[in-house]
Nanobody, 113 residues
Framework: QAQLVESGGGLVQPGESLRLSCIQSRGIFDIYTMAWYRQALGKQRELVASITDRGSTLYADSVKGRCTITRDNTKNTVFLQMNNLRPDDSAVYYC???????WGQGTQVTVSS
């Protein structure tokens, strides 16, 4: 069973940037679609972005133009670059292997002045 570990979260001010990383510790990685989700306090978990094995991407309307999802198959890692962060981006961010269903433990992002 693949294990996913996220990192890169933190406390930032509005307008700043963060780069989240998610590494899959074992198992096949390069053929799978990977995704980032987030869950704000009191809200349902929602899809932020996904990337297929061929690099096709999909973004939630709320982050289009501000976030970029990429992957490095040589390192079994998927990234989420988030720019111009807003307070409503505050949430726990999770990565997911769409095919296996494996989730990471999440990394907290807090955007506050």
């Amino acid at each position: 069973q693949a294990q996913l570990v996220e990192s890169g979260g933190g406390l930032v001010q509005p307008g700043e940037s963060l780069r989240l990383s998610c590494i899959q510790s074992r198992g096949i990685f390069d053929i799978y679609t990977m995704a980032w989700y987030r869950q704000a306090l009191g809200k349902q978990r929602e899809l932020v972005a996904s990337i297929t094995d061929r690099g096709s991407t999909l973004y939630a309307d709320s982050v289009k133009g501000r976030c970029t999802i990429t992957r490095d198959n040589t390192k079994n890692t998927v990234f989420l670059q988030m720019n111009n962060l807003r307070p409503d981006d505050s949430a726990v961010y999770y990565c997911k292997n769409i095919i296996t269903g494996a989730w990471g433990q999440g990394t907290q992002v807090t955007v506050s002045s």
